[in-house]
């Protein structure tokens, strides 16, 4: 019988010894459990792309547990005033993590949380619980649990799931013959992930290979969330630029824009062998307004 | 039967394939171990971070093996100067590492090392030995073959256990009503891990919630160990800095520090959304003075 | 029977989920393979650096399949002008990845290969193939089938061995009584690997111990291949060090020049507390003349 498969995604980082510590907690409350560490690398307290890489990578696990913390900014409440929770998916999966939202796309993929649990008190938690800790003291060994056959309502107190915490997305509009989205996440080459779909550019009229331009419209506006860190909003309103609609980035000469289909099948901007956020000046949230040249 | 498990540490980063390697000849030795990486991010050459670091991860693995590598800069002897060394503490847990008081912190927390061996010439070893790489040829081969159920006497030469370099730590002293503390490690938040417990703080006179000032005192003093190569002692001695003693991060407004027990139950000094290094300039060994306000 | 072995090396770094998708496409084909993580820090691009790496690394795991991936920068034509394979080296081991030369030297190492097969078209691939993660759609799971058992000939179509993509590397030279020789690889510290051997060093009459000289010999020549990003070659030709041909780092006293055997038994250049990159100002290619002093 294989293992059991626990997926682990946080904002962790390398530089400390936080990922190690949940490997040994989840390795010592089941041994025969299997840790993949999808990644720990998204930007510290980026929920939302926490959220977006967490459904991205749904199709490429075998995972039964999905373990994922990146908590916002430690605030006026701390993370003690976010609840912990666990949910089990349409589709089985099971997921464990703060309740911002960070499990919600994922949950939205399998089918829909049908069950949820708040795990704060939970009967598997670290005692004493530390302040800042949390992948350690609560979600790590609840996730362990329901890898090692702990049943789900035994780890915590029943939760509606209409009281979880949802994740707002923005959603590209039609705007004069253009579309106007948003730029959801930007990742670590400086790809731009937008809010677009591909219906949504061929019903504004553009077609694969042709020139578009894409104008940095208005200033960002980062809604009820924080913006990153690294969202500093500087790209100049009005601001137009030359750009292609490609399936690859081979199809653009070194230094220009492009428009694809990236490869957790999201439109994106990119630049051939550049960064399209360092291009255009943009961060999350920004919006851009896409249309045929 | 679950697989033996090997904790493993080092200063190695994730820049090159150290690591990599090391795992492979451990999975090569013993085919059926399980390692679980703490963390390869000590800082280089950082013993008494690694030594720290060490021994605060125990409780939260069930490794049978502890593989720890940290060594001291490459000086006028290079590391074949230390004895390479496994251990067997009171509690069980075997350790495995270079002789520089690395494993003292950890062997101490497991009821001190109850035996002893210099395994420099190990059978286990690689041929040739390298003169940079002990983790590849001497610690990881040797890790294995304890995970893997060989007799610790058969893999060295016997040492007597008073003969090992101990890990001299710093011990804050009361000072005239106040705590005179040294900063024993910086993390890679900024946050400083003093050498203060909570009781020294009670019996100065602080309480939680209380207001409370930190005074860099006197310049950085390395003692007989290297500094830090981010130990810039750049703190102005005298200046005093208001601070709080708080549970939490959330307890003190953003850009003011607290005193606090840390996930580790350190007690350490931040700065709500900022670095407690960067607004006191100090780093490792430096004193600090502290105080009600 | 112990778990089949993977071997992973890539240039994708751990700023994104690029490896943790790989590690959830093989979990889910092969439940029991174990993926051990070479490195996935080769230089972007560095199509040289993750061959030469790779082939140092092989007398340490042992496994049964190398999956390696590290694709020249998207120029024109995108990384579909290029193959991708799967070989049987003489030795038994099993190599997957892209047919760019970074497989030879480690084919070579394992006595060559003797089958050889296109695997962009396996009947294992993931639909739809995106058009810039092959590893996860592509090698990861063609590495995992092989490690399951499958059998090679099944999973793609066969090539001659002659086919294949080689690898050129630079042979250093006897010239005037010194030795000509090239950096083949700039690592981390900024330590230069040589093209040199011990035999060519003694045959131009240099001895362990003995003081030498580098010179920095015309410009650098990337040849066929493009130049390392961090290739910036701005050594002055003519310029001319001091160095000690040594065994290991202590030899030389801090800031000073060696010339010595790394732990892959390679020839290369280093400074003590330094790097020989800086010291030098060379990169990769740069050809440097060795000479007794």
Redo the contacts between chains.
């Keep these: 019988m294989?293992?059991p498969?626990i997926?682990f995604?946080s904002d962790y980082?390398?530089?400390?010894?936080f990922?190690?510590?949940c490997?040994?907690?989840i390795?010592?409350r089941a041994?025969?459990a299997?840790v993949?560490?999808?990644?720990?690398?998204i930007p510290r307290h980026d929920v939302r792309a926490g959220a977006l890489?967490l459904r991205?990578?749904l199709a490429?696990?075998?995972?039964q547990v999905h373990l994922a913390v990146v908590d916002p900014?430690?605030?006026?409440?701390?993370i003690?005033a976010r609840r912990a929770i666990a949910l089990r998916s349409a589709a089985g999966p099971l997921l464990v993590g703060p309740d911002t939202g960070l499990l919600m796309l994922a949950a939205e993929w399998l089918g829909g949380a049908i069950e949820a649990f708040d795990i704060g008190h939970s009967p598997e938690r670290l005692e004493p619980v530390?302040?800042?800790?949390h992948g350690?003291d609560i979600f790590a060994p609840v996730a362990a649990a329901l890898a090692d056959g702990a049943p789900l309502p035994g780890l915590g107190e029943p939760l509606a799931v209409e009281e979880l915490c949802g994740l707002e997305l923005s959603v590209a509009q039609p705007l004069d013959g253009a579309l106007l989205t948003h730029v959801l996440r930007c990742?670590?080459f400086g790809n731009l992930i937008l809010d677009a779909s591909h219906e949504q550019l061929r019903a504004a009229g553009m077609r694969l290979g042709e020139a578009l331009t894409v104008e940095v419209a208005g200033s960002g506006d980062g809604g009820s969330e924080i913006a990153g860190s690294a969202g500093a909003e500087r790209g100049v309103a009005g601001e137009v630029h030359p750009a292609r609609y490609a399936?690859?980035?081979?199809d653009v000469a070194p230094g220009e824009l492009l428009l694809?289909e990236?490869?957790q099948l999201m439109v994106a901007l990119a630049v051939?062998?550049g960064s399209a956020a360092a291009l255009l000046a943009v961060a999350r949230e920004r919006e851009l307004l896409v249309r045929r040249a």
Tied chains: 1, 2, 3.
Excluded: C, M, Q, W
């Design positions: 294989p293992s498969v997926a995604l980082g390398h530089a400390d010894e990922v190690g510590v490997h040994g907690v390795a010592k041994p025969s299997r993949i560490d999808l990644t720990h690398s890489v991205g990578t490429y696990t075998p995972a900014e430690v605030g006026a409440l701390g003690n530390s302040a800042t800790f350690r990742d670590h399936s690859t980035f081979a694809y990236d490869a051939n062998r």
